[in-house]
């Protein structure tokens, strides 16, 4: 008797674009496993992602500004899951993977910093071979938490910054997606933090996008939607990707450089700086110095904002002597006799 995993999986290719990446075509995982007899391999990829420990931590590392106290402010998950939502719906209307892509959304940030792409600098600079959150995003899935996935959910996760070429259109979408994502949210972000007013951004990209923040998300995922129907090559027009790699580069000039949204990433880095040389010379003398390095780096990166905030002021801040006193004064005095 078929099963809802052959189910599903022949409903992909009766209704996916002869382009998407089909469940039955996967590459397969690195160690084999018995299929399950609900989920489609794809799907299985999703549930461990959102169940991993990388997953969770991400609710508390930065997307741009660093440890927000005010709660509207994006998270390294909050923007995961955005990219999520756009993903899936690029997905959708393009008739490819839901279930890849939704995977490949979920992942692609499980090995960023503490601290967002500052703390990603810090460690590209002082790690021999660089540090690339991307990269190290896959040794989460590969090695740290093992979750076995699918070679093609791998490459997405891989491919997702730019500069690197997905294997699958469905990686191309979350390519695209995290882009879409950040820019729309970042500005949110910054003017209710009154870094930016609306009225700011570049005349000529309001103009083609719109005003209105949620008319100009949904005007760029029309446009790559519009460019790629029944198209193997996912892609913005020619005209809508200009007027969004200008507001891209606006934004890198106004609120990712010098702005007030990093007054604090001096602290920040060097945070990062003396965690990375401390834990290094408390190892370095137990293991060959590359496996020392790498054990750093996979603690470190793994690291919450606030974690590694905590473990800055254990290691470097002094704190107040500390007796043993005890309450016993407040027994003495109810014990004391009345005036």
């Known amino acids: 008797m078929e099963n809802l995993r052959e189910k599903l999986e022949q409903r992909e290719h009766k209704y996916l674009s002869p382009f998407a990446t089909k469940v039955t075509e996967t590459k397969g995982r690195k160690e084999h496993e018995i299929k399950?007899?609900?989920?489609?391999?794809?799907?299985?990829?999703?549930?461990?992602i959102l169940h991993s420990k990388a997953f969770?931590?991400?609710?508390?590392?930065?997307?741009?500004?660093?440890?927000?106290?005010?709660?509207?402010?994006?998270?390294?998950?909050?923007?995961?899951?955005?990219?999520?939502?756009?993903?899936?719906?690029?997905?959708?209307?393009?008739?490819?993977?839901?279930?890849?892509?939704?995977?490949?959304?979920?992942?692609?940030?499980?090995?960023?910093?503490?601290?967002?792409?500052c703390g990603e600098g810090v460690l590209n600079e002082i790690v021999k071979g660089g540090f690339h959150h991307n990269l190290q995003?896959?040794?989460?899935?590969?090695?740290?938490?093992?979750?076995?996935?699918?070679?093609?959910?791998?490459?997405?996760?891989?491919?997702?910054?730019?500069?690197?070429?997905?294997?699958t259109p469905e990686a191309k979408v979350v390519q695209l997606a995290d882009k879409i994502a950040y820019i729309n949210h970042d500005i949110e972000d910054s003017i209710r933090?009154?870094?930016?007013?609306?009225?700011?951004?570049?005349?000529?990209?309001?103009?083609?996008?719109s005003s209105n923040p949620p008319a100009r998300l949904n005007k760029m995922i029309n446009e790559i939607i519009k460019n790629s129907i029944?198209?193997?090559?996912?892609?913005?027009?020619?005209?809508?990707?200009?007027?969004?790699?200008?507001?891209?580069?606006?934004?890198?000039?106004?609120?990712?450089?010098?702005?007030?949204?990093?007054?604090?990433?001096?602290?920040?880095?060097?945070?990062?700086?003396?965690?990375?040389?401390?834990?290094?010379?408390?190892?370095?003398?137990?293991?060959?110095e590359d496996k020392a390095q790498r054990a750093v780096v996979d603690y470190i990166s793994g690291m919450t904002d606030r974690y590694a905030i905590e473990r800055f002021?254990?290691?470097?801040?002094?704190?107040?002597?500390k007796n043993n006193s005890s309450d016993e004064f407040l027994f003495r005095l109810a014990n004391m006799p009345d005036e």
């Not at 955005?82 to 279930?99: F, G, H, K």
């Not at 933090?193 to 996008?209: Q, V």
Request: aromatic share 12%; with cysteine.
């Open 36 to 48: 399950d007899d609900i989920r489609t391999d794809f799907q299985l990829d999703c549930d461990r």
């Open 193 to 209: 933090a009154g870094i930016i007013a609306e009225s700011d951004l570049p005349k000529d990209c309001i103009k083609y996008f």
């Open 56 to 117: 969770r931590r991400l609710k508390h590392k930065t997307q741009v500004f660093l440890s927000p106290y005010n709660d509207h402010f994006r998270t390294r998950l909050t923007h995961t899951l955005e990219v999520s939502q756009i993903a899936r719906t690029l997905s959708r209307a393009l008739d490819l993977n839901e279930d890849l892509t939704e995977a490949i959304a979920l992942g692609h940030d499980l090995g960023h910093t503490p601290f967002g792409h």
């Open 230 to 288: 029944g198209k193997e090559e996912i892609s913005m027009s020619e005209e809508g990707w200009a007027y969004t790699t200008k507001l891209r580069t606006w934004m890198f000039d106004n609120i990712y450089i010098d702005s007030p949204a990093k007054l604090e990433e001096g602290k920040a880095k060097h945070v990062i700086k003396e965690l990375y040389y401390l834990y290094f010379n408390m190892i370095k003398d137990i293991c060959p």
């Open 313 to 321: 002021k254990r290691y470097f801040i002094p704190e107040g002597f």
């Open 137 to 167: 995003s896959v040794r989460v899935v590969e090695f740290l938490e093992n979750l076995n996935l699918c070679k093609e959910t791998i490459d997405g996760i891989r491919t997702h910054s730019w500069g690197y070429k997905p294997l």
